[in-house]
């Protein structure tokens, strides 16, 4: 007998709805199977193997995240392709901040309706995500939750799991003054600041269709604009050269995210003019009449992750990056100081 519920339907739990979303979904997971993966969608347990081979002691790394209020704006602008991006994004960039490849993801979609047509659309972005990282999907949940959530909006979180080698992990251990410290450029705000962003620009469907100059586009595809997946270059770099620490900078922006990366007695010396500020920063900045220090202790500013390299390999990191297609800059150096960071 088919699975139906009369009963939940009236309480407005559609449980057909959930399975044309799966079967919606079947084909955008399908494309992110890699190698270990043991189990399709529809198990209780996402089930994967790890490749061992070569590995002396083999450390698991975890991260977790949601998208947060940037949500508003898919919800607003109807447009739910490209937010499932962000939400691997947030947990893979973290979890390469050790050096670890990330392996497996899964997503947690809580919705107020069962759109299967939407739920599709948010999973084909998680699966984009993680085709863009390596990283499978092998599981996940959609919750349906009536009077919980209002009919057209939805949260999405997410968490993934990668593995190092122990002897290989980044952690500042080996850094010194006089490293150098790189910036990989963002893609623009990614994930972080969105209840100030709409605050300033008094979000909604009007203000995020207003078109500007500096931008070459609308406020609404700039503000949505995926966060950038840095994990092949990054593993790609490690190859190639030593990688003494990496910072993902997320919400709290440089001030809170630099000196996480930093060893005891060594601070990070930015120089602020060392990258270019991305558009989008300098019209928040102006429209919300935000102070320097508050944009910098909020945004990424254009600068998505920082790496610190030895000196004597900063240029050879720079041509590596810039052919896996990263634009990356030189924007500090490593300095004897225990104030964490210094934007100068």
């Given amino acids: 007998m088919k699975s139906f519920s009369e009963s939940y339907k009236a309480a407005g739990v559609d449980v057909t709805a ?10 955008h997971v399908a494309r992110t199977k890699i190698p270990g993966v043991l189990s399709g969608i529809g198990s209780f347990g996402g089930l994967f193997q790890p490749n061992l081979a070569g590995m002396k002691e083999p450390v698991l790394v975890s991260g977790t995240d949601g998208v947060g209020t940037k949500l508003r704006l898919a919800f607003l602008m109807d447009k739910h392709d490209t937010i499932g991006i962000d939400c691997v994004a947030m947990c893979v960039n973290d979890v390469i901040c050790c050096g670890a490849q990330p392996l497996f993801f899964l997503d947690y979609l ?71 410290i790189l910036g990989l450029q ?36 700039s503000l949505l604009t995926p966060t950038r997946i840095y994990v092949r270059s990054i593993l790609a770099l490690l190859e190639k050269c030593q990688v003494k620490a990496i910072s993902h900078i997320t919400g709290g922006g440089f001030y809170e995210n630099i000196p996480r990366m930093m060893k005891e007695g060594l601070t990070a010396e ?75």
Avoid: W
Wanted: include cysteine.
């Fill in 270 to 344: 930015i120089k602020k003019a060392s990258f270019p500020t991305l558009p989008i920063f300098d019209l928040i900045q102006k429209v919300g009449d935000v102070p320097e220090h508050d944009m910098y202790n909020t945004f990424n500013m254009g600068i998505g992750m920082a790496i610190v390299v030895p000196a004597a390999q900063a240029e050879e990191a720079l041509a590596q990056l810039k052919s896996t297609g990263e634009t990356a800059f030189v924007i500090g150096k490593v300095e004897a100081g225990d104030e964490g960071v210094i934007l100068c």
């Fill in 18 to 27: 959930g399975y044309e979303a799966v079967e919606r979904m079947k084909t």
């Fill in 186 to 221: 963002s893609s623009g705000v990614h994930s972080n600041g969105f209840s100030l962003v709409r605050k300033i620009f008094n979000v909604n469907k009007e203000t995020l269709s207003q078109s500007y100059e500096e931008l070459g586009c609308t406020l609404g595809e």
């Fill in 110 to 180: 809580a919705v107020g309706k069962n759109f299967p047509e939407r739920v599709a659309q948010i999973v084909s972005g998680v699966a984009d995500g993680c085709v863009q990282s390596n990283c499978a999907l092998i599981g996940g949940e959609t919750a349906e939750m009536p009077g919980f959530y209002p009919e057209e909006e939805y949260d999405l979180a997410g968490f993934c799991v990668g593995m190092v080698d122990k002897e290989k992990m980044i952690d500042s251990s080996q850094m010194e003054a006089g490293d150098v």
